[in-house]
């Protein structure tokens, strides 16, 4: 019988009671913390971070195969709040992981994650998947009107908020097209309604310091990516000075969705720091 089990077979005032003596517990460091949890750490922990209009099960794919090659993994639930406030988040949750640390991140979270490790000397690898790689000052609108090819605003739909801010989300006749031509219709139909907004603002917040300047990066580009430029991310990689750069030709931005083979794959060359 588990110990909440047994307080609650004690009435309310007992589960209050349960709930402080765990935190207390937790404080003292009697109970394993999320990474205690996870596996030894004969190789280094896959943090995985989704992107706008996403959720963590679009890495499912990517995960399976991590976890039967014998990786750690865990997976972030990006906020969508804004830049600094995400990668805040990001960052909290990183300083629970102990031991070396691969940080991958998809779409608008390459920017969540730019400046989310800053001051983290566990992490040793960034993955950019279908990924932004700011540099100081540089916002998400910004970067992708520095090249042709992008087509995702004219799908972008404002909800407005009683607290007087704005959230976007995709129209659901645009996502199947914008961000996963090569997966089944049905499917993509499907990840437009399970889609969450992003604040708009999102788009407009600037990057603080990379931390691609001194942490290896690894860029995993999709060349039928129609929200982020492919030259765009080339441009990126080529300024980060990637020690790997893979296209995935023919895929879309939802690749690690419709190629998670070869996106785990990157990511464990990642973690083996390995080049390419």
């Known amino acids: 019988m588990s110990i909440l089990s047994a307080f ?3 009435g309310p005032a007992s589960i209050v009671a349960a709930a402080v003596a765990i ?3 937790l404080v003292a460091g009697l109970v394993p913390s999320l990474a205690d949890a996870a596996h030894p750490r004969a190789k280094p922990t896959i943090v995985l971070v989704h992107g706008a209009f996403a959720d963590s099960s679009s890495w499912n794919g990517v995960v399976k195969r991590l976890h039967k090659d014998g990786y750690p993994v865990l997976s972030v639930a990006n906020p ?3 830049v600094s406030s995400d990668a805040t988040y990001v960052s909290d949750y990183l300083r629970t992981i102990k031991g070396p640390i691969v940080l991958v991140g998809h779409s608008y979270a390459g920017f969540v994650n730019t400046n989310a490790v800053r001051g983290n000397s566990n992490v040793k690898a960034l993955v950019y998947v279908d990924a932004f790689a700011p ?3 540089e916002t998400g609108g910004g970067l992708i009107g520095m090249f042709p090819g992008s087509t995702l605003v004219p799908t972008l739909q404002q909800v407005r908020l ?3 801010g704005t959230d976007l989300i995709v129209r659901q006749d645009k996502f199947w097209q914008q961000f996963g031509a090569d997966l089944p219709r049905e499917q993509g139909f499907q990840l437009a309604v399970a889609q969450r907004p992003i604040v708009a603002t999102s788009f407009t917040d600037r990057s603080g310091k990379p931390v691609w300047r001194t942490v290896p990066s690894y860029f995993l580009i999709a060349t039928g990516d129609r929200n982020i430029p492919p ?4 441009f990126m990689a080529k300024r980060a000075r990637a020690k790997a750069v893979r296209h995935v030709n023919g895929a879309s931005h939802l690749v690690m969705i419709s190629e998670p083979g070869i996106t ?3 990511i464990e060359l990642a973690a083996r720091g390995g080049k390419g």
């Open 8 to 10: 609650r077979r004690r």
């Open 23 to 25: 935190t207390a517990l």
């Open 80 to 82: 969508l709040r804004g």
């Open 135 to 137: 540099d100081t000052g």
């Open 162 to 164: 009683r607290n007087g």
């Open 231 to 234: 030259a765009l991310q080339d």
């Open 264 to 266: 785990a794959r990157f």
